[in-house]
């Protein structure tokens, strides 16, 4: 049983980063076990963790098979007696780790942490040497979907590396490694949900507050907010309590308020937390926040930058906040998979709210059924480990489990009474109870593409559509994108009545190319595409939320849609420049 909490280094627990420079040697045969290269690698060369190896070595541009990383640290001496764990933020996309020569554990699925008790190998005398295979061969079998192209098949779209999704397949271990000391007993996780009340003497939020520790703990602990504390008592490892705050502040966009939750396991643990006071609920076809209606505006995001690839880059995602700020953004989607631990930080410090995404993107169901169901479970296990890891940040409104689920051939989707729309259907819906089940305080939803069926939506919170009127539909005619718009939103909302948040709109667009009339790529036509939709979503407020598709250029598999192998429908260019739309939108949003 390994704890999603972030790692903490306080007077009980322990923790070490590994950042730095790794040995690292690609496997393409896949040797390396047999040769045990988890002793020592033949002939490494360096390379930077958190990263992706892709941006580092011009040989590894397009590799994307199995390749190892190897460092050797210390472990302080005052851990001595504390249970050890290495902790990998995200290992692309499949890792097998040894310590000292011993196997202790697999994962498969990036972007999401995952560690093992390595306890019984460590060493007090010599540097622990830790080796990380990670194999990212593209497969149909794996989440995302790799080996195959968009909608389950290839076309002339299709691109190099040959993904079901439009973002470049990299690899590595691209968030941090970590070592941590724990105590025998500790605190494994804990739950935070809040409510408030308003008087006429202020409000008081609620905050309940449940902790499980990781063995049969039966003693007392404690919770404390802001000088207000309660005792808890532990029966065969678990706990609730719950906090009255007086005179709360309360936690959203423009005052993100935090307070610090600090719980203790007796003499054991402890462990803070920053929380925020806040409620979520979806009414009829609005979203609401702390009871009061929220409109959403922002952006589909990637991570992603040049030599770092889609690896940690804490500069670029402070730059990025500051972007949203001087933008007047107020939320954004993970698009397509869990962001790093910071990155929820940052939004829960800077209130912005997020639509917290698995890495489902690339689902089709007229897969091979055994196809089929192991997507299943891995979307299953990364729609719990995600709420798991981001359950407590107050900055997550909502889980998508999927984007542009699609029932069959891109090009031709099959009619609603075949087996793949039935199994799209039964997929998502038992995907969406299973969400709701976990976490009831959230909506959940998923992001569905033109030819996704709109039956799907029956049981999602609010409706998400990905739409590209004056781009892949009706590219270059700008009336009759607006019309055919206007309409699907109109006849949506008729059928169901629930918000509608357009979570992907836009242009590719060339920075620096203008033309006027406007024309397909330039700056221009940019701007009047994202123009013509949020002058429908200001007339008409069930559309809950504008996401803009993208914040900044990316990088993409090559292919002749993808001009210098780049998605260029960003309003900031990769290097975080903005193009004309970017002020457009500061000159509406701020
Ligand atoms: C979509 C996808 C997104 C793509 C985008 C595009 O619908 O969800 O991943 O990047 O279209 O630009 O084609």
Known sequence: ????????????????????????????????????????????????????????????RDYTDAAWYVTDAWLPQGWRGQRIFVRVGSANYFARVWVNGSEVGTHEGGHLPFGFDISPHVRWDAPNHIAICVDNTLRQDRLPPGGVGMGGGTSMLSGYPLTSYDFFPYAGLQRQVWLMGLPAVHIHDITVNTQFTRQNTGVTGTIEVSVQTNADYNGAGTIAVDGVSSVLYFQNGKAEGTLSIPNAKLWGPGHPHLYTLRVTLGEHDSYTLDIGIRTFAVKGDRLYLNDEPITLKGFGKHEDFAGS????????????????????????RTAHYPYSEEAMQMADRHGVLIIDETPAVGLA???????????????VQATETLIERDKNHPCVIAWSIANEPVAGSFFAPPAPDSPAFKNGAQFLDNLIAHAKELDPSRAVTFAG???????????????????????????????PSQAAFAAEMTALHTQYGKPIIVSEFGADTVAGMHAQPPEMWSEEYQVEVIKFHLD???????????????????????????????????????????????????SRWV
């Open 365 to 379: 169901f007229q897969f091979d059924p055994a196809i089929v169901k192991r997507h299943y479970e891995l979307c």
């Open 449 to 479: 593409m033109m030819i996704s069926p709109s039956a799907w939506f029956a049981n999602v919170d609010f409706i998400c559509v990905n739409r590209y009127y004056g781009w892949y539909s009706m590219g270059g005619q700008l009336p």
């Open 1 to 60: 049983m390994f704890s999603l909490l972030y790692p903490q280094q306080n007077s009980h627990r322990n923790v070490l980063d590994l950042s730095g420079l790794w040995q690292f040697q690609e496997d393409p045969h896949n040797v390396g076990v047999a040769q045990a290269w988890y002793n020592a690698l033949p002939t490494p060369s360096s390379i930077a963790v958190p990263g992706s190896w892709n941006e580092q070595h011009e040989r590894l």
């Open 309 to 332: 690839g889609r690896g940690l880059n804490l500069p670029v995602m402070v730059k990025d906040y500051d972007l949203l700020r001087w933008v007047g953004a107020n939320s954004y």
């Open 536 to 586: 429908f979503a200001d007339a008409h407020p069930y559309i809950a939320c504008m996401h803009i598709w993208n914040f900044a250029d990316f990088k993409t598999a090559q292919g002749i849609i993808r001009m210098g192998g780049m998605n260029l429908k960003g309003v900031f260019t990769r290097d975080r420049r903005p193009k004309m739309a970017a002020h457009l939108l500061r």
